[in-house]
């Protein structure tokens, strides 16, 4: 079987490990391999290149997708999606494995919808996909943000400050969930767990009067702006306190070995499932277990509230 693969959407560390898995596994299956460069956008405009076993070495620790990847919503247009099956077509490519977020599952759908063999990869720092306890580079942003708490706690220790840490995820908390617990912040305001202003202001008056000397705030994206918020804490509470915009720093990075495992397995997945006469489904992790599921199951539904919230308020 001839098998394309694109990265679409916001890179992921762990991209290029699924890629290597599934061509390197396939390969030894018999199947040829090609790459499309520049997401769904390559895809329209015949930005192909043949994968070979060779040119997969020394991808493993590289973050970010060599394949290069682009946001392209126009995807979704009918001439567009006539484009991109011509040219699968044209070179005889049966089925296409993407790796991305909810956007690429969005994109892969059409495709599917039109009768050609897509399977999804869950790639996005952000875990915010239905079907899938986790998404190849949340781990790796995950340590990257931990990493970057720790380090603001060693300042806001010594300068008995606040810190105010934003991060990425979009729409879901995850990934700041995840680094309270794991950078034991004091306060953690995400989308599922939007705490008001207030009640942290009033808190931290009450943490003074406590003689703490520093407390931590990890906030998702798009919350509040934290730069305000830190001049509002500093202006009513007795804690001077400060922001840090994470950024694109989270997106960055050798993935860590946990999302290169998965995304070896993930990679390899793909491949057995197209041999089972398996499409049109996206590819999760359950329990530790690969699982699928159909690809429209997965963009119409929204993940359950994460039952690590409950141990937040526990530990902080
Ligand atoms: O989906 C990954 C992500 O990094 C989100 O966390 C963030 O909101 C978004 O992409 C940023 O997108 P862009 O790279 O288009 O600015």
């Given at each position: 079987m001839k098998i394309a693969i694109?990265?679409?959407?916001?890179?992921?560390?762990?991209?290029?490990?699924?890629?290597?898995?599934?061509?390197?596994?396939?390969?030894?299956?018999?199947?040829?391999?090609?790459?499309?460069?520049?997401?769904?956008?390559?895809?329209v405009n015949n930005d192909f290149i043949e994968l070979d076993h060779k040119r997969m070495s020394g991808i493993i620790s590289m973050g970010g997708t060599f394949l290069r990847t682009a946001r392209f919503p126009e995807f979704s247009q009918e001439e567009n999606i006539d484009k991109a099956l011509q040219n699968l077509e044209s070179r005889g490519i049966e089925g296409l494995i993407v790796i991305g977020g909810d956007g690429s599952y969005r994109g892969a759908l059409h495709l599917s919808r039109?009768?050609?063999?897509?399977?999804?990869?869950?790639?996005?720092?952000?875990?915010?996909?239905?079907?899938?306890?986790?998404t190849l580079g949340f781990h790796t942003a995950l340590d990257t943000v931990v990493d970057a708490?720790?380090?603001?706690?060693d300042t806001s220790v010594s300068h008995q400050r606040c810190s105010i840490i934003e991060v990425m995820g979009r729409t879901c908390g995850d990934l700041a969930l995840y680094a309270a617990l794991s950078g034991g912040a004091e306060f953690l305001v995400t989308p599922e767990n939007p705490i008001s202003k207030e009640s942290i202001i009033e808190r931290l008056k009450q943490y003074k009067r406590d003689d703490?000397?520093?407390?931590?705030?990890?906030?998702?994206?798009?919350?509040?702006?934290?730069?305000?918020?830190?001049?509002?804490?500093?202006?009513?509470?007795?804690?001077?306190?400060?922001?840090?915009v994470l950024g694109y720093?989270?997106?960055?990075?050798?993935?860590?070995?946990?999302?290169?495992?998965?995304?070896?397995?993930?990679?390899?997945?793909?491949?057995?499932?197209?041999?089972?006469?398996?499409?049109?489904?996206?590819?999760?992790?359950?329990?530790?277990?690969?699982?699928?599921?159909p690809i429209?199951?997965?963009?119409?539904?929204?993940?359950?509230?994460?039952?690590?919230?409950?141990?937040?308020?526990?530990?902080?």
């Open positions: 694109l990265t679409s959407g916001g890179d992921a560390p762990g991209m290029n490990v699924a890629i290597r898995a599934a061509v390197r596994y396939g390969i030894k299956k018999g199947h040829e391999f090609y790459g499309v460069q520049n997401g769904f956008y390559g895809l039109r009768g050609f063999k897509v399977i999804t990869i869950p790639g996005t720092i952000d875990n915010d996909i239905y079907g899938t306890d986790h708490m720790d380090k603001l706690r703490r000397t520093h407390a931590i705030i990890v906030v998702t994206e798009n919350m509040i702006n934290v730069h305000e918020f830190a001049k509002e804490i500093t202006e009513k509470s007795k804690f001077t306190s400060v922001a840090t720093i989270q997106r960055g990075g050798s993935p860590s070995a946990q999302d290169r495992i998965l995304g070896t397995r993930m990679g390899a997945f793909a491949i057995d499932l197209f041999e089972q006469g398996i499409d049109n489904v996206a590819i999760g992790i359950e329990n530790d277990r690969l699982i699928y599921l429209d199951i997965v963009v119409s539904n929204k993940r359950r509230l994460n039952p690590l919230y409950k141990l937040v308020a526990e530990v902080s």
